[in-house]
T-cell receptor, first 114, second 114 residues
Framework: ETGVTQSPTHLIKTRGQQVTLRCSSQSGHNTVSWYQQALGQGPQFIFQYYREEENGRGNFPPRFSGLQFPNYSSELNVNALELDDSALYLC?????????????FGPGTRLTVL | AQSVTQLDSHVSVSEGTPVLLRCNYSSSYSPSLFWYVQHPNKGLQLLLKYTSAATLVKGINGFEAEFKKSETSFHLTKPSAHMSDAAEYFCVVSFSGGYNKLIFGAGTRLAVHP
């Protein structure tokens, strides 16, 4: 069973640029959630994708967008980067309909915006 | 609305002594509660989960937590700390409205001294 993987591990961008982060779900999982973890804080829910559609969103502006592909992998796109977007971005996969929808996390992508 | 409050941002113990990490929750529904651990530069790992079965939940690495509805608490304990337990710990409640998102506390950093 392959776990959740994310790429890249680290990324440095400048303010105003755009970034794409990638996530591969754990084998057999059909739901992907993205979280933002700022330094010294707990992760905050960005959005969730199920069957290639966004089915839940946290308090993040529209410049945060995502995709889920038929193989259930996912992308997180952030446009017009701001300094406050610097954070660890975590992807979690789960299987909808299973007991308690346990989420399995990847190692994260650390984004630094200069 | 669901939320969790971790009562201590930092806890320091000596190796071999008990660990207590405190968490209070707020939920309109019968909650699903979790404890996750995050080691430096690693992803989040599930320690244990409460899902309305037994109120005393046993997890990995000797950790356990007790769900107390009357106190709205879900404290994490371990009888004897090990150096490898030093990490960030998150108390988490699962959102119960239509899709599965996790709501994290701010985290408690556990330091273990020899």
């Amino acid at each position: 069973e392959t776990g959740v993987t994310q790429s890249p591990t680290h990324l440095i961008k400048t303010r105003g640029q755009q970034v794409t982060l990638r996530c591969s779900s754990q084998s057999g999982h059909n739901t992907v959630s993205w979280y933002q973890q700022a330094l010294g804080q707990g992760p905050q829910f960005i959005f969730q994708y199920y069957r290639e559609e966004e089915n839940g969103r946290g308090n993040f502006p529209p410049r945060f967008s995502g995709l889920q592909f038929p193989n259930y992998s996912s992308e997180l796109n952030v446009n017009a980067l701001e300094l406050d977007d610097s954070a660890l971005y975590l992807c979690a996969s789960s299987l909808a309909g299973t007991t308690y929808n346990e989420q399995f996390f990847g190692p994260g992508t650390r984004l630094t915006v200069l | 609305a669901q939320s969790v409050t971790q009562l201590d941002s930092h806890v320091s113990v000596s190796e071999g002594t008990p660990v207590l990490l405190r968490c209070n929750y707020s939920s309109s529904y019968s909650p699903s509660l979790f404890w996750y651990v995050q080691h430096p530069n690693k992803g989040l790992q599930l320690l244990l989960k409460y899902t309305s079965a037994a109120t005393l939940v046993k997890g990995i690495n000797g950790f356990e937590a007790e769900f107390k509805k009357s106190e709205t608490s879900f404290h994490l304990t371990k009888p004897s700390a090990h150096m490898s337990d030093a990490a960030e710990y998150f108390c988490v409640v699962s959102f119960s409205g239509g899709y599965n998102k996790l709501i994290f506390g701010a985290g408690t950093r556990l330091a273990v001294h020899p």
